[in-house]
């Protein structure tokens, strides 16, 4: 009841000093007409320079509210019309009324691809996939990016919940909040991924993905090492955040929320300049984040902080500066492992393990700190209209320190070799980090240009890039603390607890784990877009890959061992052909991928790269004026040269050999709709199948382990009134779906399966030029559902949340 009227007071605060505020501003609103006298619907109406604005309505009405007195540029626009200035003033407390009639007619203006404020949910354009500016129907890569309207209509906080919206991207692993690979776990096409890029270079986390500064996340499919390097890849592809900017004017916004379990955040988002001549404006995004959890003892608190600065020095010039930092308290959700064979068991499916889906198995709060900052940077330089530089600079750190408890199943015949299968036991164990951290570093040279030859239009980057990383992590280990019974018939789970663990760490011997070592990739890429036609487009792309590893070492400063270079190429192709231009493409893609292997084969000889080759092809569609967009794509991955057990040497039992082989294929399907005004549509269905080819006879033809479930599905509706008195509400509603997923698929361990599970969620806001309230509810049937990187995690149960934004 406390959070219900603190949330309540707050909106009445908000609501008290919107009516204050709006007594000592202007109001500005008025009509945008075309050329023959009809509406002009979905018209970009805003002050230059200041962040405020709006768009038009189905009868052309526009209103900008909070505008302080002075004299302003009013600017009307849309994609594809030409700008329409007017300066105007307002006086304090006025209410001033300013029509404009833009040179379109009708019929010209329903030609014009109008985007904003009609399908909020899209992006047509990324600086970053391809490295420069390619809309999507002109780039054979597959992609899905989720905006910040997406985010803010869903109340979405992390990119984990974010992930709901990407066609074929499955949660696995929530994130653990370790030093160096603390960020979540995601599987696309069959491979394991993490969130490593921000703003198209290094930019690991260590703990849960805030989005208090995320304009978008891009979802970029299949293996992308071409222009983006292995280190931060996989071979399904890369999550990349786009983060805000600094804008001309001031403004900003405070947010609070509550929820179930406990849950309460802060956030703010305020843009000032930092100079008179306002050539430097600066952008500070905050967030305060708590959350407990359905079961005892879990929790996650952290603290984020991302300030921004731009600097335009002239036309030509400009920098860009930003960090983010972030620090926390969490305690890990209880993962499930499998030591023993699924048969001995007793059961092969997550829903019949009788293990109590509330509890976590341990005492007090078994705490981990974690903390990790990005530091970017960016020069752009403007040589001319056709060409230009970018250089980029980005600094990573990454640590952690605390428990990371775990648990495993260990059935009856453990205990008496006779025992009928079944497991009553749970071993209580833990992996805790002691102060491991990890630097990360990258400076990246892009130029990019526009020219012909002859008729045909080309657009290139020409880039170099150099990534170091220095690992600096240590992992110390039991397997036992103790063996409980999993049904709490006469266990004590209280005295599972960090004074406990501490006195067993130090009564035992124990693991330890250290990952150290230093590693150099030096980079040159170069990749051309070329218009062989104004319907037809190739791509052409090449990388070449230095990895030097230092090798791997301790904090005892022992000499560093296991040091090798390897050098690696990576090309890229594709093919796009318009039938109908700017509204639908037929595209077809090669992409490749790699993973620097070290070591020797049984007969001496080292190893080289591992390599993943995709073949792709598909088609995008930008349908009636944006008003429809999607993909439908099949994929075909062949990942060779894996290394794997060679057994035909009896005197040399750890001999490998280097030829196994994993086939990844499948289809994705994904529609980004706005078939009527205010509705907006996101629905993504996705299929993968995958099996092992010349690997060990334990797994020989079967799906990997590590795919999550083959067949995956996501829906969200939403609708917002534009007028009338209802003008600023919203609802939606969607969901995600699951086949089952093996996490264990071998014939010694047999299969254990996580069941297929479908989880609604649905949302209400209302959405004011000074403020917006938003409730949502996730998970509404409350449904037991579980993911899983090899184990069994349980996911959150029904949880409600309230929030407020008060805007200035």
Known sequence: ??????????????????????????????????????????????????????VTNDKGLYEILRVKPGTYILRVSAVGMQNLEKTITIQAGENKIVDVVISQNSNQLSEVNIN???????????????????????????????????????????????????????????????????????????????????????????????VANLESVEFIKGPSATLFGSTLTSYGGLINRITKKPFEGTGGSVSYSTGTYDFNRVSTDFNFPVDKANHIYARINTSYNYKGSFQENVFDKGFFIAPSLSYKVNDKLDFVFDAEIANGKNTLKPFVFFYFPVAQLGFDRADQSGIPYDKSFTGDAMKQKYNSSNFFGQANYKFNDNWSSHTSFSSNYSFSNGRGTYLFLVPNSFFNPAAAPGADNLSRADQSTDNSKIFTYEVQQNFNGTFNLGSVKNRVVLGLDYLRQNSDQLFYSIDTFDITNKN???????????????????????????????????????????????????????????????????????????????????????????????QLSLFANYQNGFNNINGIDYKGDAFKAEQANQIEGGIKANAFNGKITGSVSYYYIKVKDIVRGYNLDPTNPNAQIQDGNKISKGIEAEVIANPVNGLNIIAGFAYNDNHLENASPDVEGRRDAYSAAPYSANLWVSYKFLSGSLRGLGLGAGGNYASDNKIVNSVSQGVFILPAYKVYNASVFYDHSRFRIGVKVDNFTNQKYWTGYSTMNPQDLRTFTGSVTYKF
């Not at 997406?150 to 992390?158: E, H, P, Y």
């Not at 692993?173 to 270079?201: C, H, M, P």
């Not at 877009?529 to 052409?540: E, G, S």
């Open 1 to 54: 009841m406390n959070k219900i009227r603190l949330f309540v007071l707050t909106a009445v605060m908000l609501l008290i000093n919107t009516l204050a505020f709006a007594q000592q501003s202007g109001t500005l609103k008025g009509t945008i007409t075309t050329s023959d006298g009809k509406p002009a619907a979905y018209i970009s109406v805003g002050l230059k320079g200041k962040g405020l604005g709006n």
């Open 116 to 210: 904003q404020g009609v399908n909020k949910y899209i992006a047509k354009k990324s600086e970053y996939i391809s490295k420069m500016s390619l809309n999507n129907l002109e780039n054979p890569q597959v992609y899905t990016t989720i905006t910040k309207e997406t985010m803010a209509d869903q109340l979405v906080f992390s990119v984990d919940d974010a992930t709901r919206n990407a066609t074929g991207v499955q949660k696995m692993w929530e994130s653990t909040g370790r030093g160096g690979d603390g960020g979540a776990y995601y599987a696309s096409r069959g491979f394991i991924v993490q969130a490593k890029l921000r703003n198209g270079i290094a930019g690991n986390v260590t703990g849960r993905n805030d």
């Open 488 to 582: 709490g018939t006469g266990a004590n789970y209280n005295n599972f607890t960090e004074a406990n663990l501490a006195a067993f760490y130090a009564a035992n011997p124990y693991s330890k784990y250290p990952v150290n070592f230093k590693s150099n990739t030096y980079s040159a890429y170069a990749s051309d877009v070329i218009n062989l036609t104004d319907r037809l487009i190739a791509l052409a792309a090449l990388r070449v890959d230095r990895f030097d590893n230092k090798g791997n070492s301790d904090r005892a400063g022992s000499a560093p061992k296991g040091a090798y270079k390897q050098t690696v190429f990576s090309p890229k192709f594709g093919l796009v052909f318009q039938p109908v231009k700017d």
